[in-house]
């Protein structure tokens, strides 16, 4: 993949289907996409296959695939984990992907907020409650596992971790990667849960490159105490939030990353913009924070 490369988020074709996400990003000039499994089995499940994919893209790469949830998983939910893990592995490698996302939990929300009022949920928990040494200790073992599967399809994975569960952000991640100790285990920089968990430009700056495989741009509402779920405080436009997209962006870059490039959104006024001219907007903004010093 080419240094800087752009790639354009599934987040950023609102409900679009495979083959109108691959077309915009191709009008717009992106170097790379970033469909979900969603995305792809939809495609799949109408009868195409994995090289119906590939034609369509041409010379255009997948970027990575989303997503692998709650791999902190234990017990039986471990084997569940695994069996899910093979099947995404699957599906990215027969597509030509270079990547998947994997996330911490639990990915809902709803769990975190009803542990912390000490109200039942009857869902996923993840491992809220044990000493943080004993969830460290576990999420490293699983990222061993998923890394070492991963490997046999030639997949690197990545870590975001989510901003409302015990392991929130990189500077809680970026030492469970490190001691993971797999080449093929890498981490995203994404601004929004990153900002929401408290990091700033600074901490981001000092972020070893070599770490990082991508970057997802994206904007906030500001912090006001509440469980930072995404339906609220990610519904905001690409600069409409509190997060100083510039200055982040110009911290990544000085850590000399040139991997890919991701603008991701949960607005919900962006998801009904048309695909194609909002595909030219993000892929515009993308190139000028990317490529110039000053940004927006």
Known sequence: ????????????????????????????????????????????????????????????????????????????????????AEELFTLAASVGSYAVEILNGPVDWHAVDCYRRGVPFHGYMGLQGLPMDEQQGLLIKNMQALADLACQFHLTLFFEPLCW??????????????????????????????????????????????????????????????????????????????????????????TGFQGWWAYETFSKPEAEEDVYDFARYVHKELKELVETSDGK
């Open 165 to 254: 569960t015990p392991i929130p952000s990189l500077r809680e991640g970026i030492p469970i990667v490190e001691q993971a100790q797999r080449s093929n285990l890498k981490i995203v920089v994404d601004f929004y849960h990153n900002y929401m968990a408290g990091l700033d430009a600074e901490f981001i700056s000092r972020i070893p490159k070599d770490l990082i495989l991508g970057v997802h741009i994206c904007n906030s509402r500001k912090p006001d105490g509440r469980i930072p779920c995404e339906e609220i405080f990610r519904d905001v436009g690409f600069y409409e939030g509190v997060i100083p997209i510039r200055e982040w962006v110009e911290a990544v870059k000085s």
């Open 1 to 84: 993949m080419k240094q800087n490369a752009l790639s354009l988020h599934s987040s950023a074709v609102g409900r679009a289907n495979l083959r109108t996400y691959i077309n915009a990003a191709k009008a717009a000039e992106f170097d790379c996409i970033e469909p979900t499994k969603v995305q792809l089995d939809y495609f799949l499940q109408a009868g195409y296959k994995p090289d119906d994919i590939k034609n369509l893209l041409g010379t255009m790469k997948i970027s990575s695939v989303g997503w692998l949830s709650d791999i902190e998983r234990q017990g039986a939910e471990f084997n569940t984990l695994m069996k899910e």
